[in-house]
């Protein structure tokens, strides 16, 4: 029998599921936007990539970052292992997005 990653909750009782509607920050809309460019309309990548990218996060940063941090880490792990982005054009990206903050 597999043993069971952190991040698989499924089938535990962890109490009621939060169910109601919030409005999304526009990182967190870009984000998902971008998902769907990369899957959908450009194919860089698959949803079982960008899963496992996520899965494999370790436990701490797993359950301190939120959902769409989750999903920002699993688009770059998936994008970087695929070479269709380097280390250094991410970090030139990531530093000249937090000067705009």
Not at 4 to 15: A, Q, S, T
Not at 30 to 58: I, P, S
């Amino acid at each position: 029998m597999a043993m069971r990653g952190y991040h698989d909750i499924g089938g535990m009782k962890l109490g009621p599921v939060e169910r109601s509607e919030h409005d999304y920050a526009l990182w967190e809309k870009r984000v998902d936007a971008m998902m769907v460019l990369l899957w959908q309309k450009k194919g860089l990548l698959t949803l079982d990539e960008h899963r496992h990218a996520m899965e494999t996060l370790d436990a701490e940063e797993y359950r301190t970052i939120t959902y769409y941090e989750r999903w920002m880490v699993g688009i770059a792990k998936a994008l970087l292992a695929r070479g269709v982005i380097t280390t250094d054009e991410l970090g030139r990206h990531m530093a000249a997005a937090g000067d705009k903050r």
